[in-house]
């Protein structure tokens, strides 16, 4: 069974740091694309990074580029993101997600990812 299972939210002053972990289990990550997404209230999902299996090689949206990092441990089964100077705009539940060779596509195809994680609720205060 594959799982997913995001955690490391919290609660974070302006120009602070946070790291998301996504632990997954029943699945290789040389097989599957992983991407992390946000959403806040009234807003639909965005993609923030994302991961591909294939090269390694990392995305990420301009909202957050220069400030977050997505690492792998594969030794450990989890993807991390690392999230530096945090801002109020950043405040949103946070997932995790896999989806098979996603390419280009991996942070822009939510509806493409096969598995979610449940989410962790990041909050950035002012």
């Known amino acids: 069974e594959v799982q997913l299972q995001a955690s490391g939210g919290g609660l974070v002053q302006a120009g602070g740091s946070l790291r998301l972990a996504c632990a997954a289990s029943?699945?290789?990550?040389?097989?599957?694309?992983i991407g992390w997404f946000r959403q806040a209230p009234g807003k639909k999902r965005e993609g923030v990074s994302c991961?591909?299996?294939?090269?390694?090689?990392?995305e990420y949206s301009e909202a957050v580029k220069g400030r977050f990092t997505i690492s792998i441990d594969s030794a450990k089964n989890t993807v991390y993101l690392q999230m530096n100077s945090l801002k109020p705009e950043d405040t949103a539940v946070y997932y995790c997600?896999?989806?098979?060779?996603?390419?280009?596509?991996?942070?822009?195809?939510?509806?493409?990812?096969?598995?979610w994680g449940q989410g962790t609720q990041v909050t950035v205060s002012s």
């Open positions: 029943g699945f290789s990550f040389d097989d599957y694309d």
């Open positions: 991961i591909r299996a294939s090269d390694g090689s990392a």
């Open positions: 997600a896999a989806g098979r060779t996603l390419g280009p596509r991996c942070l822009r195809a939510t509806s493409l990812y096969e598995y």
